[in-house]
């Protein structure tokens, strides 16, 4: 079974709106962690936002907000007033086990969004 | 201060050669990975270590070994390259995790990647 699934292959949205990302997880750990990973056609990975399994408030990082509802092993990333730059490729990924066992990350296959002007 | 850098940037190898991918940090992370991302996947992790002189395997470790020697350091070997490991190969990196800060220690910091095309 997919560990992490991203059901959006691609998404649009036109300048300036909102939108939502949509990832879900599946997990029996009680400790974990969940990230957004954005990918521009340049290929780099860039770090944009992190959830742990204990917070009980939402992540946010400048326009990136994400919406964690635990008890639906959901983890959707919303980005706020898109901006042409934010077209590009959007990974979900999860940390399971212990941080004291490095790190690793389960990635989902990803979402292109594309901003319209 | 570099950040997570990697070499070579892009290489062409032929079935059965061998090469090495350096990565290398100097943000002083005690963790360190190599994933791999075909075409139309997210990326998937072949080893990693937790620290130096220690390498464990990952979720797709057949056909690649890996060395730790310096901290600062991990490399990635093929030693018989086949056309199935034609892909793109990110390094990460990451802290100890110390408890005081999740988020801080948690995240992993990609290099820019390294293009392989095995014919």
């Known amino acids: 079974a997919q560990k992490i699934t991203q059901t959006q292959p691609g998404m649009f949205v036109q300048e300036k709106e909102a939108v939502t990302l949509d990832c879900t997880y599946d997990?029996?750990?009680?400790?974990?962690?969940l990230f957004w990973y954005k990918q521009p056609s340049s290929g780099e990975m860039i770090f944009l936002i992190y959830q742990g399994s204990y917070d009980e408030q939402n992540a946010t990082e400048g326009r990136y907000s994400l919406n964690f509802q635990k008890a639906r092993k959901s983890a959707n990333l919303v980005i706020s007033a898109s901006q042409l730059g934010d077209s590009a490729m959007y990974f979900c990924a999860m940390r399971e086990g212990k941080r004291t066992s490095g790190s690793r990350l389960t990635f989902g296959e990803g979402t292109q969004l594309t901003v319209n002007p | 201060n570099a950040g997570v850098t990697q070499t070579p940037k892009f290489r062409v190898l032929k079935t059965g050669q061998s090469m090495t991918l350096l990565c290398a940090q100097d943000m002083n992370h005690e963790y360190m990975y190599w994933y791999r991302q075909d075409p139309g996947m997210g990326l998937r992790l072949i080893h990693y270590?937790?620290?130096?002189?220690?390498?464990a395997k990952g979720e797709v470790p057949d056909g690649y070994n890996v060395s730790r020697l310096k901290k600062q350091n991990f490399l990635l070997g093929l030693e018989s390259a086949a056309p199935s490991q034609t892909s793109v190969y990110f390094c990460?990196?990451?802290?100890?995790?110390?408890?005081?800060?999740?988020?801080?220690?948690?995240?992993?910091?990609f290099g820019p990647g390294t293009r392989l095309l095995v014919l």
């Open positions: 997990t029996s750990d009680q400790s974990y962690g």
């Open positions: 270590s937790v620290g130096e002189g220690t390498t």
């Open positions: 990460a990196s990451s802290l100890l995790p110390d408890f005081r800060d999740e988020k801080y220690q948690e995240t992993q910091y």
